[in-house]
């Protein structure tokens, strides 16, 4: 695949406001076979949402007007007229995904903003008493659990156990050199 491919491409422009942005400012939009790269992407702190539509005009719209960063594997998404940032992603493998978006924005992981957003439906996880999810988590993780945190739109619970665990691990293994 040609190098001019694998390149970020964006207008003057957007270069120029890119060199602005704070990590906090990235927000991303992902096209539907983007989706496992769009939860890795929340697990990692960032807002991403995923396009489930056919990716076109109407998600470059959504793109333009929430300022967000698009994530695509559609090559013919470089030849529309577009104001905005768009990245191709060339990998398959998630982990070569992730590692090629951290790079180009160059994205610094921070570990207090990991595990705060929904991998399910994007929203900022709000923290919740133990006792408002009695009825909620499992019997063992209630009993050896203190910390919870809910989505406010799915209502899904998340708590530091298993699944952050191996997601770490899987970072570690494979974006070690990006992470704090």
């Not at 992407?41 to 949402?49: N, Q």
């Not at 959504?62 to 967000?68: N, Q, V």
Request: glycine content about 4%; some cysteine.
């Amino acid at each position: 695949m040609p190098a001019k491919l694998r390149q970020l491409l964006m207008n003057k422009k957007s270069q120029n406001n890119l060199k602005y942005c704070s990590d906090e400012d990235f927000k991303f939009i992902t096209d539907a076979s983007l989706a496992r790269l769009a939860k890795w992407m929340r697990l990692l702190g960032y807002d991403t949402v995923v396009f489930t539509k056919e990716a076109g005009r109407e998600m470059l719209r959504k793109a333009d007007s929430e300022g967000r960063i698009v994530l695509t594997r559609r090559r013919d998404m470089i030849e529309r007229q577009f104001s905005g940032i768009l990245f191709l992603v060339t990998d398959v493998v998630v982990s070569e995904q992730i590692k090629a978006v951290i790079e180009k924005f160059s994205l610094k992981i921070n570990r207090q903003k990991m595990f705060w957003i929904c991998i399910e439906c994007n929203q900022r996880l709000q923290p919740v008493e133990k006792n408002e999810v009695r009825d909620l988590a499992p019997p063992y993780v209630f009993e050896n659990c203190d910390k919870y945190n809910q989505c406010p739109r799915c209502g899904k619970i998340y708590w530091m156990g298993t699944h952050p665990r191996n997601a770490l691990r899987f970072m570690e293994k494979h974006i070690p050199s990006h992470l704090p």
